[in-house]
């Protein structure tokens, strides 16, 4: 995804070397499988895969997970979109009537990926969600520009970034007072003390909605840069 890109240059900037394992459209979380797709067990299958190839080489010593966490279990941000909804088991129910229940599970699972893998020694980074807006953010900057021959604010606050993100953030502090892990808090990039983002010093931070753009990725390529450097 686009974040591999700051990634990339974090590892160029350091002189270190990295193995990308990428399953597009899952989250890093071990036993995820899609609630209308069990059959096929895409998800599930390959995220083993992938843990077990990490687990069993000694050289992986570093892990950043990256996923987009809250799309799981929140659905996503753009209106109209269908929702990915994840389960653990072929025989769950995934339903916005019982968010409370799944949230539980959802966040003990991301608890259990992320200690699994300290278990086997190795250090884990996890990327914080990426604040999502609700509009395509190049579109209403280039129709602001257009039309007003200024830049237009695209923008969420702080507090609806935690509330939809609030089961992600209590897992990942959850998991880092059980078994310790590295947080790269995406807000320290892209947001100040109220208010998070979309445009900056007349640059679009993301390509869309909810992916970054190349100014998005070099507002965060610092946070990768730092735990590179530990």
């Given amino acids: 995804g686009p974040l591999s890109l700051a990634a990339g240059q974090a590892l160029a900037q350091t002189k270190r070397v990295a193995l990308l394992y990428s399953n597009a459209g899952c989250p890093s979380i071990l036993g995820a499988i899609f609630a209308t797709k069990w059959k ?4 599930r299958d390959i995220n083993k895969l992938i843990y077990d190839k990490i687990v069993s080489d000694p050289k992986i010593r570093d892990i950043f997970l990256i996923s987009r966490w809250s799309l799981y279990l929140e659905g996503y941000n753009e209106q109209g979109s ?11 129910t995934a339903t916005k009537e019982n968010l409370k229940e799944r949230g539980a599970q959802y966040a003990q699972k991301i608890v259990d990926t992320i200690c699994a893998l300290t278990a086997q020694g190795k250090n884990v980074y996890v990327m914080a969600p990426v604040p999502e807006l609700v509009q395509n953010v190049p579109a209403v900057l280039a129709k602001s520009r257009l039309l007003h021959h200024t830049d237009a604010a695209v923008n969420i606050s702080m507090a609806e970034y935690r509330a939809r993100n609030a089961v992600v953030l209590q ?7 059980k078994c310790g892990v590295h947080i790269l808090e995406t807000t320290r990039a892209l947001c ?28 965060v390529e610092p946070l990768f840069v730092k735990a590179l450097q530990k």
Avoid: E, M
Wanted: charged share 25%; proline share 4%.
């Fill in 192 to 219: 100040d003390t109220g208010t998070c983002f979309g445009i900056r010093g007349g640059k679009a931070l993301y390509s869309d909605s909810n992916h970054l753009s190349d100014a998005g990725n070099a507002a």
């Fill in 82 to 92: 269908p929702h990915p909804y994840i389960v653990f088991d072929k025989h769950d």
């Fill in 171 to 177: 897992a990942l502090a959850r998991a880092d007072k």
């Fill in 40 to 43: 096929k067990n895409r998800c």
